[in-house]
């Protein structure tokens, strides 16, 4: 059995696809919301970006937001 996530062609393709959209989002967003798939706590990233709690809350949000935006509007290409 693999355990990869790669199970597919398909599967592969769709984890580029999110990993280019991560790459592309601003910078502000992209630090804090890697940081947080990294599994950091949102406190631990405010701490380590110097940043205000609600900030990094908000930038997370507004990252995914942005990446589902454009990970369907990619899917709904097909």
Partial sequence: ?????FNSPES???I???NKAIGSL???Y?????LYVMGYKYNE???????PLGTV?????SARQELKRR????????
């Fill in 16 to 18: 580029q696809e999110i």
């Fill in 71 to 78: 990970l369907d509007d990619d899917h709904s290409a097909d």
């Fill in 57 to 61: 809350k908000s930038n997370i949000f």
């Fill in 45 to 51: 990233i405010a701490d380590m970006l110097g940043m």
């Fill in 26 to 28: 601003k910078p502000e």
């Fill in 12 to 14: 592969a393709y769709r």
């Fill in 1 to 5: 059995m693999n355990d990869s996530g």
């Fill in 30 to 34: 992209k630090k804090p919301f890697s």
